[in-house]
C-alpha cells in the first residue's frame, strides 16, 4: 500500500469535541481512525459518481510508476504517453527531465503527482 499522505482540517470545538466522546467511548481507536472511517464512508456513499467521473474523463485508478528503463522503451518506440490517473503518479528518481520530456506528452493526474523537482518543472507545461 502506497504511503499515506498527511492532511490538516479545521473543525469546531463542538464537532471536535463529539468525536473525542466517541473515542473515549470506544467506537473508533482515535481521532484518526475516526476521519479516515468517515473519509471512506463518504467515498463509499459516493462511488457511483466517482466511477462515473472517472469514465467520462478516461481516468485509470491506483499507483502508477514509471522508471528510467520503461520510458528509454517507450522513447526507442518514438512513443509519448498520456497519463490520466486517480491516485499515485511516481516517476523514478532516475529518470532524467530530458527523458520525461521525451516520453511524456501529457499528465491529468487527480491525486499524487511524486517526481525529483527537475522532471516536475520539466513537465510543468505538461500537466494538467
Known amino acids: 500500500m ?3 499522505e498527511k492532511i490538516t482540517i479545521n473543525m469546531n470545538v463542538v464537532d471536535l469535541g463529539k468525536v473525542d466522546l466517541l473515542v473515549e467511548e470506544g467506537f473508533y481507536s482515535n481521532r484518526t481512525d475516526f ?14 459518481e466517482v466511477r462515473h467521473s472517472m ?25 509519448q504517453l498520456n497519463i490520466a490517473l486517480t491516485g499515485l503518479l511516481s516517476i523514478g528518481s532516475d529518470v532524467s527531465a530530458e ?19 527537475a522532471v516536475k518543472d520539466a513537465l510543468a507545461d505538461r500537466t494538467h
Open 55 to 79: 469514465t467520462r474523463r478516461a481516468l485509470a485508478i491506483g499507483v502508477l510508476h514509471y522508471n528510467r528503463a520503461e520510458l528509454e522503451e517507450y522513447a526507442a518506440a518514438g512513443e
Open 99 to 117: 527523458l520525461a520530456r521525451q516520453t511524456i506528452q501529457s499528465i491529468k493526474i487527480v491525486g499524487v503527482f511524486r517526481a525529483s523537482p
Open 2 to 4: 502506497p504511503e499515506a
Open 35 to 48: 476521519i479516515r472511517t468517515a473519509i471512506r464512508n463518504q467515498l463509499n456513499r459516493h462511488d457511483d
